[in-house]
């Protein structure tokens, strides 16, 4: 995995060309380390051909302390697949008395968890906002 810290501090995951096509859209990966806990933003495609990604970013944010928030609002699908991810990601933060957060943004995202029942669980928060409080 290669990381990098941006001048503000934060640990950036490399852009990763997740397909071969060459219309694939990218799936682009950040950790964020907050005061109160650790942001992950992805971006692009999540699906069964970047699931590896994530769940290796997931992994890295996993091992931080504090609440794990994970903004899903610049994603422009995502497909099933990646939905055992952030269980996996819930079932850890909570194994570790952690507060696990998923923001989403009106559209397909927040509908795909919503039907599949896992607003409350995932604690979705619909934000087209980019503040929030994790305290």
Same mark, same amino acid.
């Given at each position: 995995? $290669? /990381?990098?810290? %941006? #001048?503000?501090? /934060?640990? =950036?995951? %490399?852009?990763? #060309?997740a397909r071969a096509d060459a219309d694939a859209a990218p799936f682009w990966a950040t950790v964020c380390e907050?005061?109160?806990? *650790? @942001? *992950?933003l992805m971006r692009g495609e999540l699906d069964v051909a970047t699931d590896w990604w994530a769940d290796l970013v997931l992994t890295v944010a996993c091992r931080r302390q504090g609440t794990l928030v994970v903004d899903l609002r610049e994603l422009r699908f995502m497909g099933c697949s990646s939905v055992p991810l952030l269980l996996e +990601?819930?079932? !850890? +933060?909570? +194994? =570790?008395g952690r507060r696990l957060i998923v923001l &989403? !943004?009106?559209?397909? *995202? $927040? !509908? &795909?968890? @919503?039907?599949?029942g896992l607003e409350e669980r995932l604690g979705v928060l619909d934000l087209p906002a980019a503040r929030l409080r994790t305290t």
């Open positions: 995995m $290669h /990381e990098t810290r %941006a #001048p503000s501090g /934060e640990l =950036q995951l %490399a852009e990763l #060309p907050e005061p109160d806990g *650790v @942001r *992950v +990601a819930s079932r !850890r +933060a909570a +194994a =570790q &989403t !943004r009106p559209g397909s *995202v $927040h !509908r &795909t968890l @919503r039907l599949l």
